[in-house]
């Protein structure tokens, strides 16, 4: 199975910027769709970005449309969750995994803490 590495979260102040990353040690992410999710506390899981395989094409959750990007460097092997103009709201774990449907993810790595506050 793909295994993913999260890493860039941290402590931001709301209006702020933060770029997360997604790479992989053993396998080439751009034959692979890629999902950043995320799960803040007491809530559930859910999708915030995803970009394709093919062509690039993206699709982003309602909630942070217009403020995250998504991007591949495939000659990095990584991808990118480019954050910015957060709020607390954003406040959450957030992890990428091989596919857009989070019913599909059958297995999360450690992901990267974001924390949103003043």
């Known amino acids: 199975q793909v295994q993913l590495v999260e890493s860039g979260g941290g402590l931001v102040q709301p209006g702020g910027s933060l770029r997360l990353s997604c790479a992989s040690s053993g396998f080439t992410l751009d034959y692979y769709v890629i999902g950043w999710f995320r799960q803040a506390p007491g809530k559930e899981r859910e999708g915030v970005a995803c970009?394709?395989?093919?062509?690039?094409?993206?699709i982003y959750a309602d909630s942070v449309k217009g403020r995250f990007t998504i991007s591949r460097d495939n000659a990095k092997n990584t991808v990118y969750l480019q954050m910015n103009r957060v709020k607390p709201e954003d406040t959450a774990v957030y992890y990428c995994?091989?596919?857009?449907?989070?019913?599909?993810?059958?297995?999360w790595g450690q992901g990267t803490q974001v924390t949103v506050s003043s």
């Open positions: 995994a091989p596919t857009c449907v989070l019913s599909d993810v059958d297995y």
């Open positions: 970009i394709s395989s093919s062509d690039g094409s993206t």
